[in-house]
T-cell receptor, first 110, second 113 residues
Framework: DAGITQSPRHKVTETGTPVTLRCHQT?????MYWYRQDPGHGLRLIHY???????DKGEVSDGYSVSRSKTEDFLLTLESATSSQTSVYFC?????????FGSGTRLTVV | AQKVTQAQTEISVVEKEDVTLDCVYE???????LFWYKQPPSGELVFLIR??????QNEISGRYSWNFQKSTSSFNFTITASQVVDSAVYFC??????????FGTGTRLQVFP
């Protein structure tokens, strides 16, 4: 009964192709976040949303776009995937009172 | 700007040893929240503790304890009598007024039998 799910869990794509990752929540949280995790860098914030159609950039937003057309879904798009975007991507929901993370999406760009 | 520093990249201990994971943070906000998360080899992120900036009381939960000191901007995590199951990557995180949850780079803890 996870309140947050990510899809797909794994994906291999070719350089230059567009890729969309989906984060779905059933908790009706206002705030949603996308992070990438890379060795030596921890989790770095890509984009976050504070409401439907309200989004803002994080520290590593170049090459990524997001959309949130309804409360429960937060999409992360790589318009033209590059090898440097090979990573594990995590979605999170919550506020200062606590955050819940999805299981992650392992994306490989070849 | 907000920043979280976990200077210890990797720590190795033998079972039953005590180990402390350091976390130093930077923020200009007076109201903020600090977190610790555990990431076991399976990859999920497991919430351990949340502390707000107005509560400097130390906390103990079983073998885990946390020391929050605003004077040194530190929120350190101690595992007493470590066990092999404690092997994981541990992340410290901070959020203030900007609504951006910022993580440190993590500390990999290896506990050997």
């Amino acid at each position: 009964d996870a309140g947050i799910t990510q899809s797909p869990r794994h994906k291999v794509t070719e350089t230059g192709t567009p890729v969309t990752l989906r984060c779905h929540q059933t908790e009706n949280h206002r705030y949603m976040y996308w992070y990438r995790q890379d060795p030596g860098h921890g989790l770095r914030l890509i984009h976050y949303s504070y409401g439907v159609k309200d989004t803002d950039k994080g520290e590593v937003s170049d090459g990524y776009s997001v959309s949130r057309s309804k409360t429960e879904d937060f999409l992360l798009t790589l318009e033209s995937a590059t090898s440097s975007q090979t990573s594990v991507y995590f979605c999170a929901i919550g506020t200062g009172y606590g955050y819940t993370f999805g299981s992650g999406t392992r994306l490989t760009v070849v | 700007a907000q920043k979280v520093t976990q200077a210890q990249t990797e720590i190795s201990v033998v079972e039953k040893e005590d180990v402390t994971l350091d976390c130093v943070y930077e923020t200009r906000d007076t109201t903020y929240y600090l977190f610790w998360y555990k990431q076991p080899p399976s990859g999920e992120l497991v919430f351990l503790i949340r502390r707000n900036s107005f509560d400097e009381q130390n906390e103990i939960s079983g073998r885990y304890s946390w020391n929050f000191q605003k004077s040194t901007s530190s929120f350190n995590f101690t595992i007493t009598a470590s066990q092999v199951v404690d092997s994981a990557v541990y992340f410290c995180a901070l959020i203030g007024r900007t609504d951006k949850l910022i993580f440190g780079t993590g500390t990999r803890l290896q506990v050997f039998p």
